[in-house]
């Protein structure tokens, strides 16, 4: 007796030990709001100044979407993370917005998608490089040169280079200013306004790289909803890869000044290969765990002059689509917008309130953290919650 008595009293120590390390995660998943629907939203980005291509290509991706509808009766809303310049020949600092002459078709076509509820805008950046970097580079990096004597397509930038916030002309990058990351962020969404109409509620920081001074800047210039991978990486590292993680957050996490994060951590890249399917897998899992399932895609998808592949691209979107309504018949098509809404304010027809199903939730995402989720098994404490489930009891 007294040593089933020592063994007990040395498995309640573990497992107390188990939750204490692991208690700041799984707080933040029981506070993480839990969908009651399947949510499928298509984000994609890198869109707005670039070649007039785009302007074919959003014109058959609002036409490819509008055919699609949920059981409310919405069709999908892909939203579009817009590049709002580029600069002139050989001269990286000296800007072409959006709305010069020659790119009149790929904003039209936006305004025309955004009409029609199908494609809603965000803010992706003034550049997808910081101008004063991408200068530098040129001088020591004949590609980089080359690319500015007819700048086009950012993507065939150093992928290092194309991180807006954070000076990547020598790696490791280096930290910008934060009085030109206030004046930065104040131009970028002056201009998103003037040629919007309105100003950006949402975010998605280029290759997301950015840091605390330029979350502040968004948020003192109105920006409500940023879009994340789950962590804030602040920089560079000397291979060129974002690193210097500062901070990590869920869905529905408030960050300073009350912006809302979401999280974007599965893909839907047909350039890649990631097909229809394995953007299913991603929604099975997301709806597994009560959460919304944001795919990242980017416009080199759907350009032929970025090495893509336009029909077959569009046809796994509407394949996509197809599949997910058939498989969920209680699919939801929503916004970023608003997600980000229904969120802050816990709207109970989106959110589930009932505290069993929501134990029930966060035990699938418990298990799902690597270490929380071997320790819990190993030690039979994830057996344990579950039959707590099971039993009825309000946690």
């Known amino acids: 007796m007294q040593l089933l008595t020592l063994l007990g009293a040395a498995w309640s120590l573990g497992v107390a030990a188990i939750l204490l390390l692991h208690r700041r995660a799984l707080i933040a998943l029981w506070r993480e709001p839990v969908m009651r629907h399947p949510v499928l939203i298509v984000e994609s980005d890198d869109w707005g100044a670039g070649p007039l291509e785009q302007a074919t290509a959003l014109t058959a991706i609002t036409d490819c979407l509008a055919r699609h509808h949920d059981s409310e009766g919405r069709s999908p809303v892909m939203t579009v993370a817009l590049i709002l310049a580029l600069p002139e020949a050989n001269a990286a600092t000296h800007l072409r917005q959006l709305d010069a002459p020659e790119l009149a078709p790929i904003l039209a076509t936006l305004h025309a998608g955004i009409a029609r509820g199908v494609l809603a805008p965000q803010l992706h950046g003034m550049t997808h490089f910081w101008p004063p970097a991408l200068a530098r580079a040129a001088l020591a990096q004949p590609p980089v040169a080359a690319w500015l004597d007819a700048p086009g397509l950012t993507e065939q930038l150093p992928s290092p280079l194309q991180s807006r916030w954070t000076d990547a002309s020598e790696l490791p990058s280096h930290p910008l200013d934060d009085e030109l ?24 920081p280029p290759t997301f790289v950015w840091t605390a001074a330029v979350e502040a800047a968004w948020v003192a210039a109105g920006v409500r909803v940023l879009v994340t991978p789950g962590r804030r990486y602040t920089r560079r590292d000397g291979a060129g890869r974002p690193a210097g993680i500062d901070k990590t957050m869920c869905n529905g996490e408030l960050g300073e000044g009350d912006v809302l994060y979401l999280v974007r951590d599965d893909y839907f890249e047909p350039l890649l290969g990631h097909t229809p399917e394995h953007a299913l897998a991603a929604l099975a899992r997301k709806t597994e765990l009560g959460r919304p399932c944001l795919l990242e895609t980017h416009r080199n998808n759907f350009l032929a002059a970025a090495g893509g592949a336009p029909e077959q691209s569009l046809a796994a979107l509407d394949s996509l689509y197809r599949q997910a309504l058939a498989t969920y018949p209680n699919l939801r098509f929503l916004s970023v917008a608003e997600l980000g809404r229904t969120l802050s304010s816990n709207d109970p027809a989106r959110i589930e309130q009932d505290c069993r199903r929501r134990f029930t939730i966060w035990l699938r995402r418990a298990a799902s953290l690597p270490r929380f989720g071997k320790a819990a098994r190993l030690s039979g404490l994830l057996a344990l919650l579950n039959l707590f489930a099971q039993s009825g009891h309000r946690p």
């Open 181 to 204: 990351v206030r004046a930065a962020v104040a131009e970028e969404v002056a201009a998103y306004t003037r040629l919007l109409g309105t100003p950006p509620h949402v975010v998605v």
